[in-house]
């Protein structure tokens, strides 16, 4: 596609519910982030895709976070037992591989955790 | 802990004057340094990058580098309302593995463009 796209654009969990984000990358981009961005914060970095191998996952704040990658192009950023502090903005970001030139991101999933 | 400081801001600037945003960052070993502009409630846009140290123009903005420093600037001529945003610094840092591909941002500073 033209741009990065998340879905879905808003979400709503209970707390303890578990939640699924996904993303679609520009065609081809080889490379592929998660981002969480708390309220008047700057992105944090989660997880990296290059293809379909997560060659870091050092910024998943705990084992209830888990993202995939099967195909090298979609990916599915899940959250298990959602708690308050999950609330934030999850961004992703693809890239043609180089990081030199950055890297476009999608819109964005606004979760909040009531 | 690599870190990347910026002021929060809000820098209040009138139509028309330059706007000029600050970054520093704490570790000698980066490489490429980005500026993304984030309007309220949308996602992160790049506007530029630079890599080396000196001044680096793309139309009204401007980009400057000083690696002795370790800081990073971006100006903005000819402020207009619609650059009005969120301007957000963020820096790559290779490691010694070669390996990190992530970027650090900083919190971002809240620009306001008056008329």
């Known amino acids: 596609g033209a741009g990065v796209s998340q879905s879905p654009r808003y979400k709503v969990a209970k707390r303890g519910q578990d939640v699924a984000l996904r993303c679609d990358p520009i065609?081809?981009?080889?490379?592929l982030f998660w981002y969480q961005q708390a309220l008047g914060q700057g992105p944090e970095f989660l997880t990296y895709?290059?293809?379909?191998?997560?060659?870091?996952k050092s910024g998943l704040p705990s084992d209830r976070f888990f993202a995939e990658r099967p195909e090298g192009s979609v990916s599915t950023l899940k959250i298990q037992r959602t708690q308050q502090e999950d609330s934030a903005v999850y961004l992703c970001?693809?890239?043609?591989?180089?990081?030199?030139?950055?890297?476009?991101f999608g819109s964005g999933t606004r979760l909040t955790v009531v | 802990q690599k870190e990347v400081e910026q002021n929060s801001g809000p820098l209040s600037v009138p139509e028309g004057a330059i706007a000029s945003l600050n970054c520093t960052y704490s570790?000698?070993?980066?490489?490429?340094f980005f500026w993304y502009r984030q309007y309220s409630g949308k996602s992160p846009e790049l506007i530029m990058f630079?890599?080396?140290?000196g001044d680096k123009e793309d139309g009204r903005f401007t980009a400057q580098l000083n690696k002795a420093s370790q800081y990073v600037s971006l100006l903005i001529r000819d402020s207009q309302p619609s650059d009005s945003a969120t301007y957000l610094c963020?820096?790559?840092?290779?490691?010694?593995?070669?390996?990190?591909?992530?970027?650090?941002f900083g919190k971002g500073t809240l620009l306001t463009v008056n008329p």
């Open positions: 895709f290059q293809n379909e191998a997560q060659l870091d």
């Open positions: 963020a820096v790559w840092w290779v490691d010694s593995g070669g390996s990190n591909y992530k970027l650090t």
């Open positions: 970001a693809s890239g043609q591989g180089a990081i030199y030139y950055g890297y476009t």
């Open positions: 570790d000698r070993g980066s490489q490429s």
């Open positions: 630079i890599y080396s140290n």
């Open positions: 065609s081809g981009h080889v490379s």
